[in-house]
């Protein structure tokens, strides 16, 4: 049993910025980590995951303002959140899994995801 703890998000403005963190209960090393999101009447989405040699990927809508990185030492997830845009509006959630394939594509490895340890869940509003 993996527990997932996420910092306070937070509300900016458009072109803002914001770092999510997310801290678990054991060492992360070994795990795939990443973060989805969820908006009011929408299915939850990824948004990034990093596997266990630290390669990353993210969702089309948010590469190249996105950063998803992890601190084993600390066992702490982050995503920094760069030119924030209103439609990146919702609730977001760090997820951990034992692995994650991600030579398997993108979809795969999020609903590998999907099946591991959830944090809380963490408000993130950016007005316009």
């Known amino acids: 049993q993996v527990q997932l703890v996420e910092s306070v998000g937070g509300s900016v403005q458009t072109g803002g910025s914001l770092k999510l963190s997310c801290t678990a209960s054991t060492y992360t090393g070994p795990y795939c980590m990443g973060w989805f999101r969820q908006s009011p009447g929408k299915e939850r989405e990824g948004v990034a995951l990093i596997v266990s040699d630290g390669s990353t990927s993210y969702a089309d809508s948010v590469k190249g303002r996105f950063t998803i990185s992890k601190d084993n030492n600390k066992n702490t997830l982050f995503l920094q959140m760069d030119s924030l845009k209103p439609e990146d509006t919702a609730m977001y959630y760090c997820?951990?899994?034992?692995?994650?394939?991600?030579?398997?594509?993108?979809?795969?490895?999020?609903?590998?995801?999907?099946?591991?340890?959830w944090g809380q869940g963490t408000q993130v509003t950016v007005s316009s």
């Open positions: 997820a951990a899994a034992i692995k994650c394939h991600l030579d398997y594509g993108l979809i795969t490895s999020f609903q590998e995801l999907k099946t591991g340890w």
